[in-house]
């Protein structure tokens, strides 16, 4: 490793964050050029179907390839996918050395890409700023590695980690800086899941309002790049109509029922996914199970204290985003999330902070569980 390689790699990292909104279901990835400490190509995959990150940069370096070291966020692909072979292109280009940040854990690479590199005389490299690689793509890496969507809880608390008050008001705890942050990782999500409760209740959207993002994600994320996460509503006993906002809005909508309803006429952006469900509800697991199926890699939770306590339960989530309101609402309130009383301290729910941020007169915690 040459002491130059991180900062080259830390470009290659801004650049592939670039595509955070819009590669879903593929990957982030970023790719620099470098001959004789010059950058001379550089790219990032913006979009499933489109070019990867290594095509891009290759196509800006031309020539100037032969002989120069490529820094790619991911290792270069060895497959025929949607596009050609990244690590043949390489090649192909006349690329001599090839640093990539991690491993690719798609079966379809898994190793592949950097042995073909190898085989063709070309020197290799991984394993370099390999945290950044797993934060950049957590959704991504998830489903590859274990075939299930990487799941966000976010949660929206007043100061005594309340929700709601006892009848059942609860729209606006959090500020509106608080609602605008939400926006931003709603738009990274490639799903939203929320309720039928949820959306009898309050008729939500769950889209991306473009024009709620904050200015800096704007200048960086076109008004026609808009990509909406697909809209995924549990709904055992089928009440959520075609006059809901969740069907009629742009972009993909799911209704998740043990039996479809074929009594309505949906859009065609509305498909149902039959499901099975017993007393408790819909089951998540192999509702999860079928969401990585379809290529769902992370799935962003708006919903209320049952489903938040029934992820809970099942283990399935694997990071919670709480939005503390600086208010009190006191202990006829309703709590945060449902789950079984506990007999003992040492049986509840264990998580660890791994980020505080104040956002707006709100803070913003985010944890992982410990298990
Ligand atoms: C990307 N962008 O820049 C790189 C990827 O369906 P395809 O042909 O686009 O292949 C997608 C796979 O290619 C993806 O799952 C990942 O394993 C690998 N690398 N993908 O979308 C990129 N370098
Ligand atoms: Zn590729």
């Not at 790699?9 to 955070?20: C, P, Q, T, W, Y």
């Not at 190509?41 to 100037?64: N, S, T």
């Not at 959306?199 to 704007?218: H, S």
């Not at 079984?340 to 956002?359: C, I």
């Amino acid at each position: 490793m040459l002491e130059q390689d991180h900062i080259y790699m830390a470009r290659a990292f801004e650049l592939a964050k670039k595509g955070r909104f819009t590669t879903s279901p593929n990957p982030n990835v970023g790719c620099v050029i470098v001959r004789d400490g010059e950058i001379v190509g550089e790219g990032y995959h913006q979009k499933a179907g489109e070019p990867h990150a290594e095509v891009h940069a290759l196509r800006m370096a031309g020539d100037k390839a032969k002989g120069a070291t490529a820094y790619v966020t991911l290792e270069p692909c060895s497959h025929h996918g949607r596009t050609p072979p990244c690590a043949e292109a390489l090649i192909n280009a006349g690329i001599t050395r090839v640093v990539a940040a991690m491993q690719d854990p798609n079966p379809q690479v898994a190793g592949r890409g950097l042995f073909m590199l190898s085989q063709a005389g070309i020197e290799t490299a991984s394993n370099i700023l390999l945290e950044e690689a797993e934060a950049l793509n957590r959704g991504f890496l998830k489903r590859m590695r274990t075939a299930f969507p990487y799941i966000q809880l976010k949660l929206a608390a007043s100061l005594d980690g309340k929700t709601a008050l006892a009848n059942g008001e609860s729209k606006w705890i959090t500020s509106p800086a608080a609602r605008k942050d939400v926006q931003v990782l709603r738009a990274q999500a490639s799903a939203i899941l929320s309720t039928s409760n949820t959306v009898l209740a309050d008729d939500p959207a769950l889209t991306v309002r473009w024009n709620e993002l904050p200015a800096d994600v704007q200048a960086q994320y076109p008004e026609e790049k808009l990509r909406q996460p697909i809209r995924i509503v549990l709904d055992r006993h089928n009440r959520v109509k075609p006059e809901h906002k969740v069907t009629q809005l742009e972009g993909e909508c799911w209704l998740i029922r043990p039996t479809p309803d074929t009594t309505e006429t949906w859009q065609g952006n509305v498909e149902q996914l039959a499901i099975p469900a017993d007393d408790n509800g819909i089951d998540l697991v192999i509702l999860m199970m079928q969401l990585a199926k379809r290529n769902v890699n992370s799935i962003w939770v708006e919903a209320g204290a049952k489903l938040a306590g029934s992820l809970l339960k099942l283990g399935l989530v694997d990071e919670l985003i709480v939005y503390i309101a600086p208010k009190l609402l006191g202990d006829t309130a309703r709590g945060l999330v449902s789950l079984p009383e506990l007999s003992a301290l040492s049986d509840a729910p264990q998580f660890e902070f791994t980020d505080v941020e104040k956002v707006g007169n709100d803070l913003r915690v985010r944890l992982r569980p410990v298990w």
